[in-house]
């Protein structure tokens, strides 16, 4: 053992349990990590010290003081949280101006119940602002860096997170998944990155977005730390009507690494011109491994899947717009000083808002505008029923449906940041799920020729995130990929 | 399609964006190609395609009507400038008339 901050959560939760380790000195040596690494990756907006070492000290108390059967089940794990979910006096920024200084008087239930589980908050990591962004680069704080080339972004918009836990500045992060939000940075990062089902974790406490296609998710090392936390964060929650009453699996992982019947599909859709080639070539031959794992490859078809960029664009920003309209400078966040009413609003939202969301307040305000309703949002509602019928008829033939997370592995800092469409573009592969509803997950399958990783992803049935952990489960019993670390 | 500063400008005023004479300019020109791609969409046949607003399936979820613990005044009011708070009430600029 090289460094407590080498080990996995599974690993690390393990000694915990055995009394090898303590809290105090597992957090303290993230804590020294995150101070040795942070002003390169700079992947945090506000460190918690000094909660985390009270949450570790009174861990190893709990733990000293009780016997196992009694005893929370991540106790003493650390954990980072991305800055749009809510933990109770702690400011959360969303990377805006406009919250700078707010301080949520509540705790998202996501994260409450990860912290009633035992876990131990180190801090609040980067994101774009409001979570609009594939790069962190629209974050008004600070870009955070891709620890496998710091001249790199990390993705985004849960880049801070995805960061933390490549460095290992933190063995699990939540973040939240949007559009690709965790899935291509953690693709980016060479991380295991879990977007759920819709309605599956509560998004109570998280700072809206786009309604119908916010999810919580989480950053790991693998998909046995994912299936580690999972459990935790999932299942109904009264305070939030969309989260749905269904079992939550305990997913159980054994070693065997036998995929004899299952099908997974691949959508020719998803392997096309303009994806990086060594992307397509990492993603084809671990679809061949999961082929000589026993799982059959069937090629099917998602035929709507050109329609999903615009689609998205114009539901998210639509219903970004109405979400944000509650930033008016009169309950929380930035105000300013105005002879009107009105003119505190506009003044309070043109100098607290950055570029990025402006533009898609802006987006969306013209989709929902009389006159435009129909063409654009309503539209675009249509469309988005074909592209959530194009995934219900292809899970009546596969289990599992293979892709690439994004056509490119992590680009330069500021290659993109003139050309919002060309940003937009890297999600074209992840969209999707989010409009359909599906759960995805991305995972590290090799690297490109500057040595950045690459990342395939998974999408599955609605509620049917333990087929797709166990799927890489298998192929990472069987690979190496997760295993390798930034040289930082 | 061209958006003119005339349409950018409405747009705002409905969004409630203060923005500079750059920002219009600059929004001007993205939102209109953004919004040339998107009208790839104005292609797709859906005559008979119902809207999906929710993923969900259709439900009504109701709660019992308990009387909670609300958060204290205080808290409420703990991110707001002083100077736009009184007496455990937020303090706006006049909304309508001269105050006659």
């Known amino acids: ?488 | 399609m061209q958006l003119t500063i005339q349409e950018v400008e409405h747009i705002a005023e409905l969004a409630k964006l203060d923005l500079s004479d750059e920002e219009k300019e600059l929004f001007r020109e993205q939102l209109s190609s953004i919004l040339d791609y998107a009208a790839m969409l104005q292609g797709v046949e859906t005559g008979d395609i119902p809207p999906t607003a929710s993923v969900l399936p259709e439900r009504s979820v109701l709660r019992q009507d308990v009387v909670q613990e609300p958060l204290k005044p205080e808290t409420v009011l703990q991110n707001v400038f002083a100077a736009h708070q009184k007496e455990q009430q937020f303090k706006v600029p006049l909304v309508m008339g001269n105050g006659q």
């Open chain 1, 1 to 488: 053992m090289s460094s407590l901050t080498d080990l996995s959560a599974t690993q690390a939760l393990h000694l915990l349990q055995e009394g090898e380790i303590s809290s105090l000195e597992l957090t303290q040596a993230y804590l020294d990590r995150i101070q040795q690494l942070e002003p390169q990756i700079e992947a945090f907006i506000t460190l918690t010290p000094e909660l985390a070492l009270e949450q570790a000290k009174s861990a190893d108390r709990l733990r000293k003081n009780n016997t196992k059967e009694d005893l929370p089940a991540l106790l003493g794990l650390p954990i980072a949280v991305k800055d749009v979910l809510a933990l109770a006096d702690v400011r959360c920024t969303c990377g805006s101006h406009m919250l700078e200084n707010f301080i949520p008087p509540y705790t998202a239930t996501s994260v409450q119940r990860l912290v009633h589980a035992g876990v131990v908050v180190l801090g609040k990591t980067n994101t774009d602002e409001f979570a609009m962004g594939s790069s962190t680069e629209n974050s008004a704080y600070q870009t955070t860096h891709n620890p496998w080339n710091l001249d790199h972004v990390p993705g985004g918009s849960s880049g801070g997170s995805a960061a933390a836990v490549s460095a290992g500045m933190a063995p699990i992060a939540l973040g939240s998944d949007t559009g690709g939000s965790v899935r291509q940075p953690a693709s980016f990062c060479g991380v295991t990155g879990l977007k759920p089902t819709y309605g599956r974790v509560s998004r109570f406490g998280l700072i809206a977005y786009g309604s119908s296609l916010d999810s919580v998710g989480l950053f790991s090392h693998s998909a046995a730390d994912l299936a580690l936390i999972f459990e935790h964060i999932a299942g109904l929650d009264p305070r939030d009507a969309t989260s749905m009453d269904m079992p939550v699996p305990l997913i159980d992982l054994d070693t065997n690494s036998d995929l004899s019947g299952v099908r997974i599909g691949v959508p020719k859709e998803y392997f096309i011109t303009g994806i990086q080639a060594e992307v397509e070539q990492k993603v084809l031959a671990a679809i061949q491994q999961f082929k000589a794992l026993g799982a059959k490859i069937v090629e099917i078809s998602l035929p709507h899947t050109e329609y999903a960029l615009p689609v998205y664009y114009l539901i998210a920003t639509a219903e970004a717009s109405a979400n944000l309209a509650r930033f008016d400078g009169v309950r929380f966040g930035y105000s300013a000083e105005a002879a009107s009413l009105w003119e505190r609003f506009k003044q309070s939202r043109g100098t607290g808002f950055g570029p990025e969301v402006k533009r898609r307040i802006m987006l969306g305000t013209y989709a929902l505008s009389a006159g435009y309703y129909d063409a654009y949002y309503g539209q675009a509602q249509k469309v988005r029923t074909l592209i959530k019928r194009d995934f219900e008829q292809a899970f009546e033939q596969v289990d599992a449906i293979a892709t690439p997370v994004a056509p490119t592995t992590a680009f330069k800092i500021g290659e993109h940041s003139n050309d919002p469409l060309a940003m937009y573009l890297e999600d074209i592969f992840t969209l999707p799920t989010n409009l359909a509803g599906v759960p995805g997950l991305a995972f590290p399958v090799g690297f490109d020729q500057q040595g950045l990783p690459i990342g395939m992803q998974f999408m599955g049935p609605h509620f049917k995130e333990e087929v797709l952990i166990k799927l890489v489960h298998a192929y990472q019993n069987t690979t190496d990929w997760h295993h390798l670390k930034p040289d930082i």
